[in-house]
């Protein structure tokens, strides 16, 4: 019999090791990529980004009045950062009190209207828990329902802060105005604003008192009209409210108290101003008293003559 023939040896194919791309993590509220990851880093602070996490409480004390509950309410609907909480106390233990409630609600700003005797409104705008925090006392009150203006904007949406000139001609106007940015400054990706901006907020000073207005941008949309980039020109401001006075009395060093940064010395108390009223008002009276005992004298220092004349026609 024939030898076999030698079959060729076959050739091994050998296949590159093709790297299968990596699964996403799984998590209790589904599938996470790596976008979300990213995400999630710029979230905890990870990232190397700057990303604004201010959030503001806002709270009242018991027994406010409605006008100044309303005008609190007012400045919840205008920023979309805060978080609203129940009334408190305002006692002299307010201050710790207000602290854990911030921390408690993981915000970094708290505003607190105080209404003392029903008719006085005292702001305090503080950061917690390392201050500086102010006190305002609060006039010339006008809440939206009040005042019915013309404008209308976007609920949600960032407001622009515009700040008058002289904000910058002394330490403590500049440290109220970047304490009034922070406060009032609504984050840029927060997740209750709208990503853009249609009304402004104006702080201007003026006799050392901050005015606060709320006006909106209205823009003209018909195609005829349209406004070109950078086109101020065309643009209008309308109020919307609400509209009120800050008289700042004392600058903190801490949150809620500390150390006395600055002290108003043109400020005056609104029981000192109902004192002096009542005083002028007394002093109007008492001149009355003294005008009619200086008649009684004169009286009697000068009677009357009797009337030659008053028994004539009594004959007849």
Known sequence: MGKKRKQPEKEVSVKKEETAPERPKRTLLGWKDKDAEVEEKQHNGDSPFFRNKEKLLVTCSRRISYRFRHLMLNM???????????????????????????????????????????????????????????????????????????????????????????????????????????????????????????????????????????????VPHNETDKVDRGGLDKMTLVEVGPRFCLNPIKIFAGSFGGPTLYDNPFYVSPNERRAADKRKKAGKYALKVK??????????DNPLQPDEYADMWKGE
């Open 76 to 218: 919840v609907s205008l920023l979309p950062h805060c978080k609203k909480d129940s009334k408190i106390e305002a006692k002299e233990s307010k201050g710790s009190t207000l602290n854990e409630l911030v921390e408690l609600k993981n915000c970094s700003s708290c505003l607190f209207f105080e209404c003392r005797k029903g008719k006085d409104l005292y702001l305090w705008a503080a950061k917690s828990p390392n201050g500086p925090s102010v006190k305002f006392l609060v006039d010339a009150v006008h809440t939206m329902e009040e005042l019915k203006l013309t404008g209308n904007h976007l609920k949600g949406s960032r407001p622009l802060l515009t700040f008058s000139s002289n904000f910058g001609k002394d330490a403590h106007w500049r440290m109220l105005k970047e304490l009034l940015i922070q406060t009032f400054g609504t984050p840029k990706d927060h997740r209750k604003a709208k990503p853009y901006h249609d009304h402004v907020f104006v702080f201007s000073l003026l006799d050392d008192h901050i005015w606060f207005r709320n006006y909106q941008i209205s």
């Open 291 to 300: 005008a009619k005992t200086r008649r009684k004298a004169h009286e009697q």
